[in-house]
T-cell receptor, first 115, second 111 residues
């Protein structure tokens, strides 16, 4: 059973506001990921982390930032939200294992609307 | 650069049919391939994981196969039901430990 949580589930906010999307997992996974997905479109990796104090930018350029101070927590922050940030944000985690057993689990997502 | 393609992009079938969804990838140097289901506006639910050394995995009415040498995987759904309607995504875990996703197949099973 995957235990990965995202809050809030839905957020409507005005332009210029600072927001933080929360993601937590209770599985002790070392790897965590943030994806952005527009409706009906493919997932784009925007940030990932291989462990505490490790963060990397993904394949899609994003104005957001992330931090990984604790294993279980991987928050994403937008300093100044814009309408172009309107999208669904999905958090995921996986465990490092040799041999290809790295199953990725997803949270329920945060749907962000910036007015 | 690893690219993942899924065919067809959309599929509509009557209830009870057996169906096959296809996933192809360009670089065979992968750790595993994972099939997911996504309902509208929701996160992804893991269905099956096939390690690179395996040929297939089964879970209930689902069977996934992997042919690494040809860069292909198929997801077989037996006796489809309206509740199977969703978008199905495949993803490969590259040697960089990043997951590369396909664009998905939108499945609609008609009652």
């Amino acid at each position: 059973e995957a235990d990965i949580y995202q809050t809030p589930r839905y957020l409507v906010i005005g332009t210029g506001k600072k927001i933080t999307l929360e993601c937590s997992q209770t599985m002790g996974h070392d790897k965590m990921y943030w994806y952005q997905q527009d409706p009906g479109m493919e997932l784009h990796l925007i940030h990932y982390s291989y462990g505490v104090n490790s963060t990397e930018k993904g394949d899609l350029s994003s104005e957001s930032t992330v931090s990984r101070i604790r294993t279980e927590h991987f928050p994403l922050t937008l300093e100044s939200a814009r309408p172009s940030h309107t999208s669904q944000y999905l958090c995921a985690s996986s465990e490092f294992r040799q041999g290809g057993q790295n199953e990725q689990f997803f949270g329920p997502g945060t749907r962000l609307t910036v007015l | 650069k690893q690219e993942v393609t899924q065919i067809p992009a959309a599929l509509s079938v009557p209830e009870g049919e057996n169906l096959v969804l296809n996933c192809s990838f360009t670089d065979s140097a992968i750790y595993n391939l994972q099939w997911f289901r996504q309902d509208p506006g929701k996160g992804l639910t893991s269905l099956l994981l096939i390690q690179s050394s395996q040929r297939e995995q089964t879970s209930g009415r689902l069977n996934a196969s992997l042919d690494k040498s040809s860069g292909r995987s198929t997801l077989y759904i037996a006796a489809s039901q309206p509740g199977d309607s969703a978008t199905y995504l495949c993803a490969v875990l590259a040697r960089t430990y990043k997951y590369i996703f396909g664009t998905g197949t939108r499945l609609k099973v008609l009652a």
